[in-house]
């Protein structure tokens, strides 16, 4: 990164020490208030779809040495937030646990935040705060980079759009892996960059970590080596070459071996990390847990599935390179990649759109930061305008941000994996970085006072748009699609329906006297792992996911409340997606018909022997478990097209159903519904 920009000479004669004092201060003040908004706004919410698995995981990692559960997220990052829980003396299920022997993240999860009871919520908390460093860190590096290119006033902008970046307070305070790969992204490429500028061997050591701490944080890592690659051959190729001392800057051949060694100590470096990170250990089952066990997607299955790449990664196994645990985690990271349902606009695919995550920029990022982004681009285009010679030097020493940004998305608008904004949290740093050309810009223009004041309404509008949708920040969505209460037509999963809103349905549902009463039902259908009992949320259950944790109830749809997560009712995941056809509106009319004897199959344990004479009790389970999955596709067919009567949180959409839409629903012919659609789709 090198010495300050020409453009950040400061233009006013304030003291140096006093200019720094004033900066660690503002500094301070917009990481504190940053804290402040996502830890607030965290504590309001359930826990989301992977935190279970995370905070357990962890937790496994620490107590037991155990690394087959949820390997393919970062070890580091699980460790960092169980890191409160551990420390705390709290344990997981016993060894003679069933979920233990096939490695069921989900099932031990589900009993050990059970087992907590009232102190669930602290420790939920607790490894939220903890991810929070990752997002203050991330934060400090935005100032830290920004004032190295655009000064301090640029410095503060970037900061402060980051500080109120609804992305940034939803995702900086859960207990996932997203936001410590952000920062240890681009931490990692400059950190290279540093040391390739002096080449000295404290820096050389310095890049090698973070790059080994990255390799433990996530396993998009793979993506770094792209991008310090072409970092290498820039610089090599840059004016002025290399900085090589005495004569080997006359010798190619010194300088090629100087080169390969720097690239085998980052590797060995990195290769010691993981090794470390998994206890110097290849056997994934910890000491005193079933030596049989496996992963919960056996490697098998996952070696199956890979098909041709199966071969590759079987052989390499062998080898023992890598700790079986992360070895696996790639593979499994790879194999999802392949093919994973996806949400976007109304339609449906397992292999993603080309089209998913620029929309999904476009419609969850603020329009200030939009605004600005191309605002900042215009400066720094003025500048090299008005002084060509420093546009050369000026690409130096942004060429990691820029190789960050184009790799990254490079590989994001080709993926099949398409589940989620988050996914995008590493290039958003580089944006805020860019914005603070308009910091530059207010402090040198000849209209400085105007200059300022569009600049601090960007600020501004940036500040309220995250107040407008707090502390609903995962919900977010700009105005661009009509805000978060729109959002749900377009995006699902962890862009906005992560399961964390269960303690705002609790409250919502006690501000019903009907439901308080007793006089009306009240169904349920949640994305997430989190138990709606834990909050005094007494509902019949509808299809949810994941499965773990899911006590089916056979019982017949009647008018009340329908409170569906928004990702439940996208029906991205569900066996049933897409349009209601005429072959599944025949089978589910067949189902249909036998809901009378499957109920009295159920409501009758002492005739139950005598019933399972017709057919084996596997068989009316599944038969039940079918017409469960189409009679709620079919519903939800229905309440797609119908306006929510509210929502808690815009990610749980609620419904008061009457017994004439229900009968529309659920129980007329195929041409009964299409009209109750049409209806429904008038009213909107």
Known sequence: MGTPLPLSTPTFHVPASRRRRLSAAAVSVLLAVHAWLALSASREKSATVDEIAHLTAGLAYWEHNDYRLQPENGNLPQRWAALPAWLAGKTLPPADHPDWPVANVWGLGRDYFAAQGSALDAL???????????????????????????????????????????????????????????????????????????????????????????????????????????????RVLARPPLPWRGRLHQRRTAKAGLLLASAAVHILVAWLIIWMFFGFRHGAAGPGLPELADYHRPWSIVLASLEDKGAWFDTVRQWRLLPDAFFYGFAFVVDMSQMRGAFLNGAYSVTGWVEFFPYAFLVKTPLPLLLALPAGLAVVGWRWRQQP???????????????????????????????????ILPTYPVLFIFCGALGWWAVRARQRVAAGAVVALLVAAQAAASFQVRPHY??????????????????????????????????????????????????????????????????RPLPHLPKAGYSAQWHALQPGIYALGATMLSHVYAPVQGPWTAEVEREYQTLRALEPALLHYARTPAARDEIAAIAPHEQWVKTWDRYEDLRFARLCHYLRARRPDDHVGHSILLYRLTSTELDAALHGPVSVLDEAIARARAAR
């Not at 501000?511 to 792992?529: I, M, N, R, W």
Request: some cysteine; glycine content about 10%; aromatic content about 14%.
């Open 124 to 234: 939920l908390f607790a490894g939220r705060a903890m991810n929070l460093v990752w997002s203050l860190a991330t934060g400090l590096l935005v100032w830290w980079w920004t004032r190295r290119l655009f000064g301090d006033a640029g410095a503060f902008v970037a900061l402060a759009l980051f500080t109120f970046c609804p992305t940034f307070l939803a995702h900086g305070a859960l207990a996932t892996s997203d936001m410590c790969m952000t920062f240890f992204m681009l931490a990692s490429v400059g950190a290279y960059w540093r040391h390739l500028q002096d080449f000295r061997p404290g820096t050389g050591l310095l890049s090698a970590a973070v790059l080994g701490l990255a390799c433990v944080a996530k396993f998009s890592f793979v993506l770094l080596p792209l991008m310090l690659a072409p970092l290498l051959v820039w």
């Open 389 to 423: 010679q420093a546009m050369g030097a000026d690409l130096v020493r942004v060429a990691p941000l820029l190789v960050l940004f184009s790799v990254y998305w490079l590989f994001s608008i080709t993926s099949n994996l398409n589940i989620g904004h988050r996914h």
């Open 474 to 539: 995962l919900a977010f969505f700009n105005q661009l699609v009509g805000g978060p209460s729109q959002g749900y037509q377009h995006l699902v999963d962890s862009s906005l329906d992560w399961g964390q809103d269960l303690p705002g349905l609790a409250r919502w549902l006690e501000a019903q006297p009907d439901v308080v009463a007793g006089e009306t039902k009240v169904y349920l259908s949640y994305f997430g792992t989190a138990d709606p009992g834990h909050y005094g949320i007494r509902a």
